[in-house]
């Protein structure tokens, strides 16, 4: 195998800005458009039907996409697609404090294009009212099930904490290979089946971030929780999982690492020549 090389900061930054803008449109795209969709009866057919996907499905679609984004920029920026992932990994000394920023920039922007995107088309239906319809996160009368404020951030600082305990050990050198993005996936599927109806989940400052201005109706009021409680439960996970599990890795950054001679073709070799056929 050849040597890694870590991938230069700007293509890092391009793949957290693809991968968190996957994110955002393919899990609130789902919430948006398919979660409780009814399809329109045809004279004389009787009362509409229920085709959406519900709560199972919309969990399964923020999985799905960490899953197949880790798989196909993983290898390029570490995958983390969410600013308090990238702090978690950061107090766990996975991952250095410099870069912090660019990845958080990255990150949210990423989402708000995805946000915007997710306006826009929405908007392409006749009578559309993003207020409120935009799948934005909330507490007491903006959380799906009434759920108080002190409930919100409780579940926000525990599942984030999870997840970030998750991310660290299917990271770690002993783990499997190849199946960290399953892992990660699989638990983020969790966790949105477990906290959908307690504040449509965040987890995930970018993913608040994304859709709470087009929403409106309160969520940009509230969107300070859905930063700090995401970070402050990915810090306990950074801070502690090393001395929970006695697995220290603090030598190695979950960030890019690709091999050096995918990066540039070699010399002598043309990449537009024709192609090799067995």
């Not at 766990?92 to 708000?112: C, H, M, S, T």
């Not at 477990?194 to 009021?221: E, L």
């Not at 950054?253 to 990066?263: F, L, N, P, W």
Request: glycine share 12%; aromatic share 10%; net charge negative.
């Amino acid at each position: 195998m050849g040597a890694m090389v870590t991938p230069e900061m700007s293509k890092r930054l391009l793949a957290e800005f693809v991968g968190t803008f996957w994110l955002v449109f393919g899990g609130c795209g789902s919430a948006i458009f398919a979660a409780g969709y009814l399809s329109t009866p045809t004279l004389g057919s009787g009362a509409p039907v229920h085709l959406g996907i519900g709560f199972l499905g919309v969990a399964l679609a923020f999985g799905l996409t960490v899953v197949t984004m880790a798989y196909a920029v993983g290898h390029v920026s570490g995958a983390h697609f969410n600013p308090a992932v990238t702090i978690g990994l950061t107090v766990a000394k996975r991952f250095e404090w410099k870069d912090v920023p660019g990845y958080v920039a990255a990150q949210v922007l990423g989402g708000l294009a995805a946000g915007g995107a997710l306006w826009a088309i929405a908007r392409g239906r006749d009578l559309f009212d993003a207020t409120g319809n935009m799948a934005a996160n909330g507490f007491a009368e903006h959380s799906p099930g009434g759920y108080s404020m002190f409930a919100v951030l409780c579940a926000e600082v525990l599942l984030t904490m999870f997840f970030v305990y998750v991310i660290l050990g299917v990271t770690r050198e002993s783990a499997p290979t190849g199946f960290a993005p399953l892992a990660i996936g699989f638990c983020l599927t969790l966790i949105h089946l477990i906290s959908i109806p307690i504040s449509n989940t965040s987890v995930n400052p970018a993913r608040s971030t994304a859709v709470a201005f087009f929403n409106g109706d309160g969520a940009p009021g509230q969107l300070w929780l859905f930063w700090v409680a995401p970070i402050v439960g990915a810090a306990i996970a950074g801070a502690t999982f090393h001395l929970i599990t006695g697995v220290d890795r603090r030598d190695r950054d979950i960030s890019g690492a690709v091999r050096a001679e995918d990066v540039v073709v070699p010399d002598g070799v043309d990449p537009d020549a024709p192609r090799l056929t067995t």
